[in-house]
DNA sequence: GGCCCGTTTTGCGCTACCGCAAACACCAGG
DNA sequence: CCTGGTGTTTGCGGTAGCGCAAAACGGGCC
């Protein structure tokens, strides 16, 4: 089994107040592996026998409808976990895990988890606080859908993205994996369509700088000013 | 300080695989309160200086934005808790709670919790199995959200408060605390308006009996056909 | 019993956004 | 260099549901 650099990780949020030794030990139950671009980690509604702590890469969580339609859940950045459905009291996985670009993740078997919280207390409280902010983000969202209208909430999602998974460049700052129009829009709560006319909107404006998969904000500033603005769009 | 029962609160799932004596230490940290029908228990932004159980009564969370608008985020029933913002790391209450009916509490304080899951980690892992099923369900209604026309998240939701707090009558199901159409508005994202339009439509085919703060679901598993239909509306 | 206030109902435009469809751009592979 | 396929752009109706306004209802309180 390869070996795990404990210096890697030490510093991740999961781990604080996790001694070096313990450390050692947490890890020694894992194993690595790599999923390369657009392969599925994880289905949903699939027996949940592992959770994860992406590593390197990027990893998109959705989850989808009877009908077939899908909405993102959330999209996993480097040092975070996710597949933690043990944890949540959950026998199979409740979204399906995709990772968007090639990606390397520690894999511990579910089973370990019980026996993990028990020995390092600190595991739980730090899942928790992970949880807990997840919980937070998601009132935050439901509450945009609720009460914004979709530029606003195209432009909140791209801010989130850009600031937990951006690049800066010199002329912008780049989200750094690829996204479709059809992702933003299923983040958003709309259609490809919809979001095609917005940042086609916003280019012309030079707001965004944008292909395909590709999206570069080229004035932050000013996609924070359409993001809060009032419904009455500020008509003078 | 008013002592309590533990026999009352040791079955709640917070407390699963805690002794006794051990329920009993954490119980007395607590005091208990009694907060009358349309108070506030604590403001969104307030400093997070207690966490709570619901013994009695219930109790609605509800998020305002900057300009003013609501979302109830959730209501509580009794043998829940709330407002765990330690637990995850927030200084400040991201909500507002207030008791819908009159409603019986008890209070921990927020600088008991880390002394508290140090000494008996079964709380952490309960409180992490609980925010985790919240986190599922706020993914559900995002879903929801994105993917169903006002009609089948007002008849998702209204089945949910039935589940969870519904009373049984002889000719139906009645949501046994008041909420207004207002407030159902305020947990699927739309108007009072269109609630109202929706539910007299429903009244006038004998599915629901509803007047002010009121509702009787008479034909549940109608209104589960509702809930689960097509977009297409099942046109013929 | 009568008054007052919060809730509910309902009508009527209006518009933001969807849904379909077709054209278009771009990348990969042969 | 051509060709197929996936992602993107754009036009054009259609409509679900919003927003405003006004009226009706009902229940509590004096």
Redesign the interface.
């Known amino acids: 089994m390869a070996k795990v650099d404990t210096s890697l990780v030490a510093h991740l949020p999961l781990f604080a107040g996790v001694t070096p030794e313990a450390l050692d030990e947490i890890l020694r139950e894992a194993r690595s592996a790599r999923f390369s671009k657009n392969s599925a980690i994880f289905e949903q509604g699939a027996d949940a026998q592992s959770f994860f702590l992406l590593l390197h890469g990027h990893v998109r969580a959705a989850?989808t409808?009877p009908?077939g339609?899908q909405?993102v859940?959330r999209y996993v950045a480097p040092g975070e976990t996710f597949g933690?459905a043990m944890?949540?009291?959950?026998a199979r996985y409740?979204?399906t895990a995709m990772a968007v670009d090639d990606s390397v993740v520690l894999i511990w078997p579910t089973s370990a988890w019980p026996r993990l919280?028990?020995r390092f207390?600190a595991l739980?409280?730090n899942?928790?606080?992970t949880?807990?902010?997840?919980?937070?983000e998601?009132?935050t969202?439901?509450?945009e859908?609720?009460?914004q209208q979709v530029e606003q909430r195209i432009a909140h999602a791209l801010l989130r993205l850009a600031k937990q998974s951006g690049k800066k460049l010199d002329h912008g700052i780049e989200i750094d994996f690829p996204i479709s129009r059809q992702d933003i829009a299923?983040m958003t709560?709309t259609t490809l369509h919809t979001v095609s006319r917005i940042l086609s909107g916003w280019e012309s404006q030079g707001l965004v700088e944008s292909g395909r998969q590709r999206i570069i904000l080229r004035e932050p500033h000013k996609i924070v000013v359409l993001a809060e603005r009032?419904?009455d769009g500020g008509a003078a």
Do not use: D, F, Y
């Open positions: 989850k409808t009908t339609e909405i859940v933690l944890a949540i009291g959950a409740p979204a919280i028990e207390p739980a409280a899942t928790l606080q949880v807990g902010t997840r919980l937070q998601s009132h969202r439901i509450l859908m609720s009460t299923q709560g009032n419904a």
